[in-house]
Nanobody
Framework: QVQPVESGGGLVQAGGSLRLSCATS????????MGWYRQAPGQQRELVAG???????NYADSVKGRFTISRDNAKNTVYLQMNSLKLEDTAVYYC??????????????WGQGTQVTVSS
C-alpha cells in the first residue's frame, strides 16, 4: 500500500523556521509529481509548493522567497523548508504524491497531515 508520511510540523514563533519532510513508501514504480498543500480552519486546501510531472516547481505567491521545496528521488521524499514564518502560515500541511504504479496506472495519494502553528 502506498502512503505518504509527513513529519516536521510543530509550534514556532513568527519569523522562525521549520522543515517538513514527506516520505512515500509502498510498491511505487515512480513518483510523477509531489508537493505540499495546506488547509487553515474554514479555508480550502491550497497548493503551497510542488514539483510537476515535467519537473517544474510551482510556489504559491504567498510563500515565494520564504519557502523552498526540494526532493530526494532515491528516497521518494520531498522536503519543505519554511523560513520567515508568519501567523498566516498556520495550517495543517498535507503531502501529495501522484504515483505511477506501473501496470496499474497512476493514482493520487495524500498524507495524514502535519500541524504547523506560528505564534506571535
Amino acid at each position: 500500500q502506498v502512503q505518504p508520511v509527513e513529519s516536521g510540523g510543530g509550534l514556532v514563533q513568527a519569523g522562525g523556521s521549520l522543515r517538513l519532510s514527506c516520505a512515500t513508501s509502498g510498491s511505487i514504480f515512480s513518483i510523477a509529481a509531489m508537493g505540499w498543500y495546506r488547509q487553515a480552519p474554514g479555508q480550502q486546501r491550497e497548493l503551497v509548493a510542488g514539483f510537476t510531472s515535467g519537473g517544474k516547481i510551482n510556489y504559491a505567491d504567498s510563500v515565494k522567497g520564504r519557502f523552498t521545496i526540494s526532493r530526494d528521488n532515491a528516497k521518494n521524499t520531498v522536503y519543505l523548508q519554511m523560513n520567515s514564518l508568519k501567523l498566516e502560515d498556520t495550517a495543517v500541511y498535507y503531502c501529495n504524491a501522484f504515483v505511477h504504479l506501473g501496470a496499474l496506472g497512476y493514482k493520487n495519494y495524500w498524507g495524514q497531515g502535519t500541524q504547523v502553528t506560528v505564534s506571535s
